[in-house]
């Protein structure tokens, strides 16, 4: 067999065919034992690794061993030598899960997996096809990816140089809305012409195309072309499309329904041929709609693949039979979904405790009392690491994150800053991507001056606009211009100086290891002796993040690899050993799993976010029901759920209602506690006699409340009045104010347009220069 990962020989089941012998046909109808891999899987479990051929797709609830049959299946192809490493394609979503899945297949089949050059992320397999083809989409192999910090540059000059009013549209607005297009698969010239007037009244596709020549110009990429770019060139060559797709004879894709629509259209066009795709996801666990996952992806994989075999997993290994009732509850409340149930079995046939719901006065009362039950736990020798809160919004974690500081309860934040993201950082591989890439001009204006050495404003302005007149880089552009009398002496011979520094760091890296040559850089840039001089409390710490950075180099074997990794890699790595309380987002949450799960802030218009509901509508509640969904089944024994009467957010007091949520789950696997519900039966405790209660004054039995009410020195500072609150839940009717197809409506944000459809209080309007939206009616008022 040859060694080339790209030969796709012969196929291994017709060297078997063509091989076999009158014996070993007579041996092949005594059954063979089953692989020792194979021991130990569900009846599920094992049809999925089994059921090689065709489509497939995987419905995998949480906890039922997803992890384990995508592993165990890739064994068994290598096992059975369906195909060679090199012709399988294994999709995942992080580096992290690429790592693990390799290990496992490894102690799996008993030895390390060579060969399997196309097991890793979307992204990092779009890098290794577009590096190839990199002349097809105007690139250089060399190409630099772009961060979303470089990108966020990038496109300010771009909206400073059309005289847009950056204030009033921002980068950060023209970057979501061109990574929403390259998610979907949109070139500039097949950007809607709705879609383009959101930004900049109208100069939206247009200064998408400029930001993509732009990026030419630099021989750059931003991580949604990595996708795009390889999209366009197999649509556009049919040859190349043909060669990948006798490549993949199989293909493996995890969290499938967290693809975008790009990603999407990738995967079917490589698996037109053979149809040996296996997709293995959850449709109750997606997401990620706000950073372009489609649940439709997954929801017509039948449609999209015609005789496509759907395995369900549903046998759960991780959380008690209450908690899976619960789950199941709640989530049987969407309509888009393709359903199943979980189940367990529990230890001893016993059911595990209830989930328990909880309300508070406020916020600061949740926390406390979540923080109290947290200590009860710990003293009972609960470990603080198998304890997790997560919250919908990042907001609700100042008042965990003082109690927990006030009480000495050790606690970690998942999801915080990462390494690669810190200033220092940014810089030290600022001045790398220069020496590896010298087109690269958002390298080059970040460090330019950084410290300071005498190039100014003025000077780098020159620098641009000569580079901008002989359409160069900035670097060819100022080698160019100090031969001229354009730039002032003292700039000349600043600028002279750091071109001249940055040959001479170029010329050095074939010759030493790239560890040594970017302490070299750091050193003689006079990087770390500015930070050395730098008198400011966190100082030390940058220097040593800067030895840290030269140390993590050293994993790889060349600058390039190392730079490669830095862009595609952007995972926290948890080495912390230390017992700490987790507190994290939901979002955050997904894919993990602790003992108890706290869940606080289940409030209409927090969770479910009034923000999806007003953008998404039905689509929007019920991603956020997953969400609610996802958060239940992160927990193995126990659950806590609760939710506030007022909440403090930005400064301002806003009094609420329970979410709807509480109201689906399932009576008889909750455990309402007393100081929630007055001792009332749960199901006869809906958020409309929530309302109720607060307009008749009535008490829940809270101590929060007891103590508001009788504090009237207080009153002050109270939130708003619960009974004027009630009243106004009561009396107003968000449907009362009624539309007519075709009738002219204005709205604050998008403008004028017609209503062409209407769903309850929710109006599909088609809008003059936003486009078609979904908008709640009493957003929006009579032209």
């Not at 992806?297 to 908690?323: C, M, W």
């Not at 619960?722 to 409506?745: F, I, K, N, Q």
């Amino acid at each position: 067999m040859t060694n080339d990962p790209f030969d796709l020989g012969s196929i291994p089941e017709e060297q078997t065919a063509r091989s076999t012998s009158s014996a070993a046909r007579a041996a092949m109808r005594v059954p063979a034992p089953n692989p020792p891999y194979l021991e130990g899987l569900n009846a599920e479990q094992r049809e999925a690794v089994e059921s090689q051929d065709g489509p497939v797709l995987v419905l995998a609830g949480a906890g039922t061993g997803k992890t384990r049959v995508l592993t165990t299946r890739l064994a068994h192809l290598l096992a059975t030598k369906k195909a060679w490493p090199s012709q399988i394609l294994a999709v995942t979503f992080t580096n992290k899960a690429a790592r693990e899945m390799k290990e496992r297949i490894g102690q799996l089949i008993g030895g390390v997996v060579e060969g399997m050059q196309w097991l890793g992320t979307f992204h990092a397999l779009g890098a290794k096809i577009l590096r190839r083809h990199a002349e097809l989409a105007g690139l250089r192999s060399d190409f630099t990816i772009l961060d979303a910090d470089d990108q966020i540059r990038l496109m300010k000059q771009l909206i400073s140089a059309e005289g847009i009013d950056e204030k009033r549209w921002p980068a950060r607005q023209l970057a979501s809305h061109i990574d929403g297009w390259k998610n979907r698969g949109l070139t500039p010239d097949k950007v809607p012409a709705g879609e383009a007037h959101a930004f900049a009244n109208g100069k939206g596709a247009e200064l998408y195309r400029q930001y993509q020549e732009r990026l030419k110009v630099l021989n750059a990429a931003d991580f949604g072309d990595l996708l795009l770019e390889v999209l366009r060139i197999f649509q556009e060559n049919p040859e190349i499309l043909a060669e990948y797709q006798d490549r993949f004879r199989y293909m493996l894709v995890d969290e499938y329904q967290d693809t975008n629509v790009a990603q999407y259209l990738w995967l079917r066009l490589l698996a037109a041929k053979h149809k040996n795709i296996c997709c293995v996801g959850d449709d109750d666990q997606s997401i990620y709609g706000w950073r372009g996952a489609e649940v439709d992806n997954i929801l017509r994989f039948e449609k999209d693949f015609p005789g496509a075999k759907v395995i369900r997993l549903e046998r759960n290994y991780r959380s008690t039979p209450n908690i899976l009732g619960a789950a199941s509850g709640l989530i049987a409340a969407n309509e888009a979904r393709l359903g199943k149930t979980l189940w367990t079995e529990g230890e001893d046939g016993a059911e595990g405790e209830k989930i328990k719901v909880a309300s508070y006065w406020d916020g600061e009362e949740e926390a406390r009392m979540v923080a109290e039950e947290v200590e009860q736990l710990q003293r009972q020798g609960h470990a603080l690491h198998e304890m997790a809160i997560l919250v919908r919004a990042s907001f609700q974690m100042r008042e965990f994150e003082d109690r927990f500081i006030s009480l000495g309860i050790p606690y970690r934040v998942v999801g915080g800053p990462r390494f690669y993201e810190r200033a220092e950082i940014r810089d030290a591989n600022a001045y790398l991507r220069l020496i590896a890439q010298p087109d690269d001009d958002l390298a080059f204006e970040r460090i330019v001056n950084r410290p300071a050495r005498g190039i100014g404003k003025v000077a780098l302005q020159t620098v641009r606009d000569a580079a901008r007149l002989q359409g160069v880089s900035l670097m060819r552009g100022a080698r160019a211009i100090v031969a001229t009398e354009e730039l002032k002496p003292a700039a000349r011979r600043a600028v002279t100086a750091f071109v001249e520094m940055v040959d001479r760091w170029r010329q050095l890296i074939d010759g030493l290891p790239h560890t040594e040559l970017a302490e070299i850089i750091l050193d003689e840039s006079g990087y770390t002796e500015m930070w050395q001089n730098d008198k400011s409390a966190d100082a030390p710490g940058k220097l040593d993040n800067l030895k840290e950075l030269v140390r993590s180099m050293e994993q790889f074997e060349t600058l390039g690899e190392y730079l490669e990794h830095v862009s595609l890699v952007m995972e926290i790595e948890q080495n912390d050993l230390e017992d700490k309380l987790n507190l994290m987002t939901l979002h955050s949450a997904k894919g993990l799993e602790f003992e108890t799960v706290f869940l606080p802030g289940w409030e209409e218009g927090l969770f479910p976010h009034q923000r999806a509901l007003d953008e998404s509508g039905i689509a929007g509640l019920e991603e956020e029901r997953r969400l609610a969904y996802v958060g239940i089944t992160r927990a193995k024994k126990r659950a806590y759920i609760s939710f506030a009467a007022n909440r403090r957010i930005h400064a301002l007091w806003q009094s609420a209602l329970p979410s709807r949520f509480v109201d689906e789950l399932p009576q008889n696997h909750v455990e309402v506690t007393q100081s929630a519900m007055a001792g009332e039966s749960y199901q006869n405790y809906s958020p409309s006699r929530f309302a109720q209660d607060f307009a008749s004054g009535s008490d829940y039995n809270s101590p929060g409340w007891r103590r508001a009410q009788s504090n009237k020195s207080a009153k002050a500072s109270r939130p708003p009045d619960m009974e004027a609150h009630a009243e106004l839940v009561a009396t107003s009717d968000p449907s009362a104010e009624s539309y007519g197809m075709g009738e002219r409506v204005f709205h604050l944000k998008f403008g004028y347009g017609h209503v062409i459809a209407i769903d309850g209080n929710k109006l599909t309007v088609d809008f003059d220069k936003a486009g078609r939206k979904k908008v709640i009616d009493s957003f929006v008022e009579r032209a």
